[in-house]
């Protein structure tokens, strides 16, 4: 059996707000597997709902950068080792050079885009001169791409750089599309609508909302028990409340006016598709600890 530390405890109690106690139980019942746990809690209704880690750690910016008449944009991400760099003129000149010529010549993957030519040199030859300038590791991320022929393109930057979305809408205006980039960036949607759900994450949601909604069920009197048809109901209810109002763009409560769903602010306008880049996500960074490191040394 997996050994339960107090750092794992402390990890999963900040993933999803339970207590210290619930979490200790929950991580040596599912064997310290963390997705577990977090499942077990939300089974026995400590906690209402996953909480994402959020620590990002990884430096850099990203960049966007759309033409002049909205038709043709891209989003990139540049990583590099410090967020004293990631803030520097120089850097967001490299960053905002390569989401203009990502645009313009639509290269097919990251190998294309380092084996592309820019102001006459490669790509990969840009990023490196940026190491040995900068002094500290620079690195080519991710990279979107949108172009629309009768509808428009529009990018929104968060934070200097802490997110970056592009999104494809089918027509409308600037102003609508700025707004529903900003709502992506601020309500970070999977998918556009529940044709674009991952059907195992729905089948996972549901699983974990049904085992809570029997949990809730047995521990009523045994005269007042749900039969399984109400069970059934009740978790498409919960499905329909949280999840798909998540998960979906369409079906969001409006950030700038929560009485509207973002289906209602887009009228006849379609989302075609959007990409949401957060810095970082997804990438581990090492955690420095100074005084092991001295006395590492002094050893």
Known sequence: MAQITAAMVKELREM???????????LAETDGDKQKAID???EKGIAKAEKKAGRIAAEGAVGAYVSDDAKVGAVVEVNCETDFVAKTDKFHAIVDKL????????????DALNDSTLDGKKVSEIVLEAIAEIGEKVSLRRF?????????????????GKIGVLVELSGGEAELGKDIAMQIAAANPSCVDRS?????????EREVLTKQAIEENNALPEGKRRPEAIIAKMVDGRLQKNFYKEACLVEQPFVKDPEQTVAKV???VAVKQFARFQLG???EKKQEDFAAEVAAQIK
Not at 20 to 26: G, L
Not at 99 to 110: E, G, L, Q, V, Y
Not at 145 to 154: F, I, K, L, N, Q
Not at 196 to 204: I, K, S, V
């Open 16 to 26: 999803t707000g339970a207590g210290m106690m619930d979490c200790k139980k929950a």
């Open 40 to 42: 077990y809690l939300r």
């Open 99 to 110: 989401a203009k010529h990502i645009a313009d010549t639509n290269p097919a993957d990251m």
């Open 144 to 160: 979107a791409r949108y172009a629309s022929e009768s509808g428009r393109v529009t990018s929104y930057i968060h934070m200097g």
């Open 196 to 204: 674009g759900l991952d059907p195992a994450a729905l089948e996972h």
């Open 266 to 268: 887009l009228g006849s």
């Open 281 to 283: 996500e997804g990438i």
